[in-house]
């Protein structure tokens, strides 16, 4: 995985992992991650989509859209950073927050 080869190569470490294969998460498991955080950074290829959980309030669909894939799961990687959810891999998004 991209992401792993990036935390790996950058000296960095997950302290909390789940196994998507073994372990799915649904709509509302992700809507309960995205209500915990601040902020959440989704991204699928270049595209980068950031919501702030607080001040924008935005509605259950929307943050659906950039949390959940095809397969009605969350999207991988999916990485939880202080108050920060980030959902997806983007080297610039990793670069920008983790290093």
């Given at each position: 995985?991209?992401?792993?080869?990036?935390?790996?190569?950058?000296?960095?470490?997950?302290?909390?992992?789940?196994?998507?294969?073994?372990?799915?998460?649904?709509a509302?498991a992700?809507?309960?991650?995205?209500?915990?955080?601040?902020?959440?950074?989704?991204?699928r290829?270049?595209?980068?989509v950031?919501i702030?959980?607080?001040?924008d309030?935005?509605?259950?669909?929307?943050?659906?859209?950039?949390?959940?894939?095809?397969?009605?799961?969350?999207r991988a990687?999916?990485?939880?950073?202080?108050?920060?959810?980030?959902v997806?891999?983007?080297?610039?998004?990793?670069?920008?927050?983790?290093?």
């Amino acid at each position: 995985m991209r992401a792993q080869e990036f935390l790996a190569k950058n000296e960095m470490s997950v302290k909390v992992q789940a196994n998507s294969n073994k372990e799915k998460y649904g709509a509302d498991a992700a809507f309960e991650m995205a209500q915990a955080v601040s902020k959440v950074i989704a991204t699928r290829g270049k595209k980068v989509v950031t919501i702030n959980m607080k001040k924008d309030l935005p509605d259950r669909e929307f943050i659906l859209k950039h949390l959940i894939g095809p397969s009605g799961n969350l999207r991988a990687p999916t990485m939880r950073r202080g108050k920060t959810l980030f959902v997806g891999f983007n080297d610039q998004v990793f670069t920008e927050n983790f290093g």
